[in-house]
């Protein structure tokens, strides 16, 4: 029976006609004087119409399957579509879970064609939801609020505005999305900007359908919270210079975002070299050099490279562990079997390297130390749980130890050990050196002692000389027999000359001391 102020519809399993207008199931002999009922003519009334369709939406949307059911199924279903999508379940797992229904709750959930129906409904009874909460909070004098933002390249340039709401019985945090645009062109800060201010005057326009009319009012903006990308920067800025009715955010940057560029900025150029090799070889999900890796080392080869920096530590974390032999053996294999010939064999040259090896680990161990800290930080302060709780002990708790007790006194247990397996690592080359160094070292000493003789030995010759010529000036001089020689070679000019041989044989040393100090050692 279709009339212009209802419907009715018979459904021959349960043998019943279903009343659109009064939500109420009638049988197929009643359903004639069921349109002719007071109740009936009452709510069919133009009047009664007209207020359904400006102030009221119905339970169910119109023409929608199963809408000829009975209320309890209809309930049933509406409640398990929210319930699958509070806990993450595609509606296309509802036949999965239909046996358990039917045996337990005894009710038959329909396909998922059928109850997709039901999401119109229960998106409009959850923004009912928000407008409640956020016009409760404004009405307990707490009308400002703070707006996240933030882009994402993966699927497509998009703005959304999602409310976070806290649970106030155990301070879970439940999200809404309540508006959700895509665009086809991607857009800068400006454009960004713009787009934000439209939304705000869209739902504060004095509209009776807007249910958030009043609640995200610019004036009451105070907070804005993002990361440091330029598009963001540049959107604040255009929002804050070009809007005149009392848009002015203070702008909180993201301290997560912060620490990962912190761990970026560490200057550990070998350990990096060697991450990046391996990275090189084992990235694709089906490559045979990954399938070695898993075969020698038991492991799944982690990746890294990724926009957060703990992605790298990570990595860094599992090379550190692997035994150095065996990754040797690795590089080799692939080598000889051509897995990433290319490099494999520019792995298989850094690790024959012993100093880049050594200077490898040691540069491992010092950014594990440091960074394992800033990554547990940065989970700590990405968390789904209201962070004002632990946001603050967190921060003060790494200040403690990396800031206020000094860098000193700061323990590194990773980089004491990697020291030492370094010096082993590169012990073998340097004996000889060492050996060469330890012979230069005693020539020099006894260079040092024979030159310290010969200054002793010098300075008596002087004494002895100037003492005999004070006596020879006392005594008469007597009369010059130009018959003798008149430049005899003289005790002090044989001084002079065992003084320098004996300088000259310091310096020898002092050149070969610093040869060997400048040599592979």
């Given at each position: 029976?279709?009339?212009?102020?209802?419907?009715?519809?018979?459904?021959?399993?349960?043998?019943?006609?279903?009343?659109?207008?009064?939500?109420?199931?009638?049988?197929?002999?009643?359903?004639?004087?069921?349109?002719?009922?007071?109740?009936?003519?009452?709510?069919?009334?133009?009047?009664?119409?007209?207020?359904?369709?400006?102030?009221?939406?119905?339970?169910?949307?119109?023409?929608?399957?199963?809408?000829?059911?009975?209320?309890?199924?209809?309930?049933?279903?509406?409640?398990?579509?929210?319930?699958?999508?509070?806990?993450?379940?595609?509606?296309?797992?509802?036949?999965?879970?239909?046996p358990f229904l039917m045996h337990y709750a005894q009710c038959d959930p329909g396909s998922a064609r059928a109850i997709a129906d039901y999401i119109p409904s229960?998106?409009?009874?959850?923004?009912?939801?928000?407008?409640?909460?956020?016009?409760?909070?404004?009405?307990?004098?707490?009308?400002?609020?703070?707006?996240i933002h933030d882009g994402t390249p993966v699927f497509a340039e998009a703005l959304a505005i999602m409310v976070r709401v806290v649970n106030e019985y155990d301070f879970a945090i439940e999200e809404y999305l309540i508006h959700l645009d895509l665009y086809s062109e991607?857009?800068?800060?400006?454009?960004?900007?713009?787009?934000?201010?439209?939304?705000?005057?869209?739902?504060?326009?004095?509209?009776?359908?807007?249910?958030?009319r009043g609640v995200l009012a610019k004036e009451k903006w105070l907070v804005c919270g993002t990361d440091r990308c330029a598009t963001n920067f540049s959107a604040l800025k255009y929002i804050k210079e070009k809007t005149d009715n009392g848009a002015k955010p203070f702008f909180v940057p993201c301290i997560p975002h912060g620490l990962s560029n912190t761990g970026k900025k560490m200057k550990i150029p070998f350990a990096n070299q060697l991450r990046k090799l391996l990275n090189r070889m084992t990235k694709h999900k089906i490559c045979k050099a990954r399938t070695l890796f898993k075969e020698i080392f038991n492991l799944n080869p982690l990746q890294s490279g990724k926009v957060r920096w703990f992605c790298d530590l990570v990595h860094l974390l599992q090379i550190h562990g692997l035994d150095k032999d065996r990754l040797i053996e690795f590089a080799g294999r692939c080598l000889d079997s051509g897995y990433s010939k290319k490099t494999a064999a520019n792995l298989a040259a850094k690790l024959d390297d012993k100093r880049f090896l050594a200077f490898a680990i040691v540069e491992m161990a010092a950014a594990l130390d440091i960074g394992i800290d800033l990554c547990r930080l940065t989970y700590v302060l990405e968390g789904d749980a209201p962070l004002v709780f632990v946001?603050?002990?967190?921060?003060?708790?790494?200040?403690?130890?990396?800031?206020?007790?000094?860098?000193?006194?700061?323990?590194?247990?990773?980089?004491?050990?990697?020291?030492k397996a370094a010096a082993a690592l590169i012990d073998s080359d340097i004996a000889p050196a060492r050996e060469g160094y330890a012979n230069a070292k005693v020539a020099v000493a006894d260079a040092q002692k024979t030159l310290d003789t010969a200054k002793r030995e010098a300075h008596q010759a002087g004494a002895r000389e100037r003492s005999s010529t004070s006596d020879?000036?006392?005594?008469?001089?007597?009369?010059?027999?130009?018959?003798?020689?008149?430049?005899?070679?003289?005790a002090a000019a044989a001084?002079?000359?065992?003084?320098?041989?004996?300088?000259?044989?310091?310096?020898?040393?002092?050149?070969?001391?610093?040869?060997?100090?400048?040599?592979k050692i």
């Amino acid at each position: 029976l279709n009339t212009e102020s209802a419907s009715l519809r018979y459904d021959p399993e349960v043998k019943r006609a279903w009343c659109s207008v009064c939500a109420k199931a009638v049988t197929y002999k009643n359903a004639p004087s069921h349109t002719l009922s007071a109740k009936h003519r009452q709510k069919t009334s133009p009047d009664a119409i007209k207020a359904r369709k400006i102030y009221t939406q119905p339970t169910l949307p119109k023409n929608i399957k199963g809408q000829s059911l009975q209320i309890e199924v209809q309930n049933f279903r509406k409640m398990l579509v929210r319930t699958m999508f509070q806990a993450g379940i595609p509606l296309s797992s509802v036949q999965d879970l239909k046996p358990f229904l039917m045996h337990y709750a005894q009710c038959d959930p329909g396909s998922a064609r059928a109850i997709a129906d039901y999401i119109p409904s229960i998106l409009l009874d959850l923004k009912k939801d928000v407008a409640d909460r956020l016009k409760k909070c404004a009405a307990d004098g707490k009308p400002n609020f703070m707006l996240i933002h933030d882009g994402t390249p993966v699927f497509a340039e998009a703005l959304a505005i999602m409310v976070r709401v806290v649970n106030e019985y155990d301070f879970a945090i439940e999200e809404y999305l309540i508006h959700l645009d895509l665009y086809s062109e991607s857009f800068g800060g400006e454009t960004m900007g713009n787009e934000i201010l439209r939304l705000f005057d869209r739902y504060n326009r004095a509209d009776k359908t807007n249910l958030l009319r009043g609640v995200l009012a610019k004036e009451k903006w105070l907070v804005c919270g993002t990361d440091r990308c330029a598009t963001n920067f540049s959107a604040l800025k255009y929002i804050k210079e070009k809007t005149d009715n009392g848009a002015k955010p203070f702008f909180v940057p993201c301290i997560p975002h912060g620490l990962s560029n912190t761990g970026k900025k560490m200057k550990i150029p070998f350990a990096n070299q060697l991450r990046k090799l391996l990275n090189r070889m084992t990235k694709h999900k089906i490559c045979k050099a990954r399938t070695l890796f898993k075969e020698i080392f038991n492991l799944n080869p982690l990746q890294s490279g990724k926009v957060r920096w703990f992605c790298d530590l990570v990595h860094l974390l599992q090379i550190h562990g692997l035994d150095k032999d065996r990754l040797i053996e690795f590089a080799g294999r692939c080598l000889d079997s051509g897995y990433s010939k290319k490099t494999a064999a520019n792995l298989a040259a850094k690790l024959d390297d012993k100093r880049f090896l050594a200077f490898a680990i040691v540069e491992m161990a010092a950014a594990l130390d440091i960074g394992i800290d800033l990554c547990r930080l940065t989970y700590v302060l990405e968390g789904d749980a209201p962070l004002v709780f632990v946001a603050g002990k967190s921060l003060n708790d790494f200040e403690s130890k990396f800031i206020t007790r000094g860098f000193d006194s700061v323990e590194l247990p990773m980089l004491a050990e990697a020291a030492k397996a370094a010096a082993a690592l590169i012990d073998s080359d340097i004996a000889p050196a060492r050996e060469g160094y330890a012979n230069a070292k005693v020539a020099v000493a006894d260079a040092q002692k024979t030159l310290d003789t010969a200054k002793r030995e010098a300075h008596q010759a002087g004494a002895r000389e100037r003492s005999s010529t004070s006596d020879r000036s006392r005594r008469p001089r007597p009369q010059r027999n130009y018959a003798v020689d008149a430049n005899p070679a003289s005790a002090a000019a044989a001084s002079q000359a065992e003084e320098r041989e004996q300088m000259q044989s310091y310096r020898g040393a002092v050149r070969l001391q610093k040869r060997l100090v400048a040599s592979k050692i």
